[in-house]
């Protein structure tokens, strides 16, 4: 079966939740322009939001709107921000421990896309993907850098593959 045909079998809709890593938009410091963003481009498309947070850049705070995620029903997962290198980036060592399959082909991916608009900077992200299995579910998790123009390139990958990616992570 082709790559289109698997596409053609995959859900049309999924229910979501964005959750926003950010020390300085969890005490309402600045807004948080990326996670609203991708909301509205989330909901535009169909889907349906289950859950949005805003958390600070703390490993239990992060793991903690996943599973309430989780537990919301999100079948896809979109973070933003704790992706990069600095010492309070602590997102993806938050949340790869809990994917059961990680999926490198989404960073590397976002990490093209983002060169080819903002140059080799985009060596600074460590944005990932994963699924993560539980009672006899899949939830998609995108782990996106929290800046809007991320968060625009992330989304049109998100938007082509989270239902193919909840297709084959169902299986």
Known sequence: MGVE?????????????????????????????????????????????VLYRVVPDEKMEI???VVEAFRAGSEVVVTSGGTG?????????????????????FGEVFRFMSYEEIGTSAIMTRATAGIIRSSGRAMAVFCLPGSLGAAKTGIKIILNEAGHVLKHGRE
């Not at 045909?5 to 020390?23: G, L, Y």
């Open 5 to 49: 045909e698997h596409k053609r079998k995959a859900p049309r809709t999924f229910r979501f939740a964005v959750i926003t890593v950010s020390d300085t938009a969890s005490r309402g410091e600045k807004e948080d322009k990326s996670g609203k963003f991708l909301l509205e481009e989330l909901e535009k498309a169909g889907h349906e939001r």
């Open 63 to 65: 793991i903690g709107a």
């Open 85 to 105: 290198i600095a010492s309070r980036d602590v997102t993806i060592e938050s949340l790869r421990p809990l994917f059961d399959k990680e999926l490198t082909g």
